[in-house]
Every structure is written in structure tokens, then in C-alpha cells.
């Protein structure tokens, strides 16, 4: 069974810096990798999408890597601002036919420091 | 409308009544997911249809759980007698493409 893992479970970092978040999974079978962004009450939102013969995806001041042989992926974000204040998870899509379901780890809680 | 609709935004039950939560996806999107999210979790899968065929249901807990999509639109999850455990955030998202999906921002149930 797929296990999706971040850490931290909360992160704190002062405006302007850049920061990582961490992704790990214990089946890298894996279709491909999505991060999502999370606002307080609101649903998600798709950041990045990384196909499983990808390396990396980028957007803006986002970017995602995929080492899908060592089950991780980072998310990278520069400069970072107080609107990049919120949960961060990654999920991951399984490659078996029929298989649609995405695994979703239990997120990054980001707080960027004004 | 542009997005993913779901109402009622938030519901509270009594154990054991029976609750409906509906979601109203992107017009033209075939594909329809529900996802379980309890405070603090990441999002876990319930269900999927793609038009009105429920393809995977593996994710529903019990039997207490039914989703329909009887038109291959709006989709109704169905929780009969409700229990405190059933309480979370469920999460509706729909999809053109199998690959970018778009989720609304959810019904909160509590269960007292």
C-alpha cells in the first residue's frame, strides 16, 4: 500500500527566503506527482503536476522535483511572500491501469513571516 | 458557474440521521472524485465516477457510504446513520483530463 509522507508537519520562515519541502513515498510505481496548495476552510488547489518520466516542473517562483527511483520530491519555493502562507501536499497517482485515486500525504504547514 | 460547487458548505447531524452532500462539477467534466479529509489528514480517497459510472468505490468505508452521479453531473454522497468518525471535510473535484483536477472547497459534517 502507498504511503505518502511530508516533513515538516509545520514550517516558519521570514519573507524573502528561499525554502524546500520534503515529499517521500514508499512505492515508486508511481504515474505521477502533483503538489497541491491548501487555504484555511478553502479545497486545493494544483501547483505543480510531474509526470513519472519527468525530473522537475517549474511555475513562476515554484518548482518541483521527482526522484522517483528514491521515492522523494521536493518542492522548491523562492522568495518566498505571506501569501505563500499555507498547507502544502503532495499527492501521488498510481501507474496501474484504472487505477485513478490519488495517495495524498498530510501536508506541509507553511508561515512566511512578514 | 466557473468551479467546483459543493453545498451545504457546513452540516450538522445528530447520530444517526442520514445526511446528502452535494457537488455540482465543472460543466463538461467527465471524470468526479470524493475524498474524506479529517482534521489535520491529508485527503482521502472515497470514490470515482467517470460520467455516470462509479468505476471505484474501494475508498468508501462502509456501507453506510453510497455516491450517485445519475446523469453524469451533480453527484450526491449519501451517509446513512451517521456516526462521530464520519465527521471530516469531504472534498468534491472533477476533471477534464484524468490528470489536472479541480476540487471545491468542500462540505464540513460534524457528527454530535
Known amino acids: 500500500k502507498q504511503e505518502v509522507t511530508q516533513i515538516p508537519a509545520a514550517l516558519s520562515v521570514p519573507e524573502g527566503e528561499n525554502l524546500v519541502l520534503n515529499c517521500s513515498f514508499t512505492?515508486?510505481?508511481?504515474?505521477?506527482l502533483q503538489w497541491f496548495r491548501q487555504d484555511p476552510g478553502k479545497g486545493l488547489t494544483s501547483l505543480l503536476l510531474i509526470q513519472s518520466s519527468q525530473r522537475e516542473q517549474t511555475s513562476g517562483r515554484l518548482n518541483a522535483s521527482l526522484d522517483k527511483s528514491s521515492g522523494r520530491s521536493t518542492l522548491y519555493i523562492a522568495a518566498s511572500q505571506p501569501g505563500d502562507s499555507a498547507t502544502y501536499l503532495c499527492a501521488v497517482k498510481q501507474s496501474n491501469f484504472g487505477n485513478e485515486k490519488l495517495t495524498f500525504g498530510t501536508g506541509t504547514r507553511l508561515t512566511i513571516i512578514p | 458557474g466557473a468551479g467546483v460547487s459543493q453545498s451545504p458548505r457546513y452540516k450538522v447531524a445528530k447520530r444517526g440521521q442520514d445526511v446528502a452532500l452535494r457537488c455540482d462539477p465543472i460543466?463538461?467534466?467527465?471524470?468526479l472524485f470524493w475524498y474524506q479529509q479529517a482534521l489535520g489528514q491529508g485527503p482521502e480517497f472515497l470514490t470515482y465516477f467517470q460520467n455516470e459510472a462509479q468505476l471505484d468505490k474501494s475508498g468508501l468505508p462502509s456501507d453506510r457510504f453510497f455516491a450517485e452521479r445519475p446523469e453524469g453531473s451533480v453527484s450526491t454522497l449519501k451517509i446513512q446513520r451517521t456516526q462521530q468518525e464520519d465527521s471530516a471535510v469531504y472534498l468534491c473535484a472533477s476533471s477534464l483530463a484524468l490528470e489536472k483536477l479541480f476540487f471545491g472547497s468542500g462540505t464540513q459534517l460534524s457528527v454530535l
Open positions: 460543466s463538461g467534466h467527465v471524470s
Open positions: 512505492d515508486s510505481a508511481i504515474y505521477n
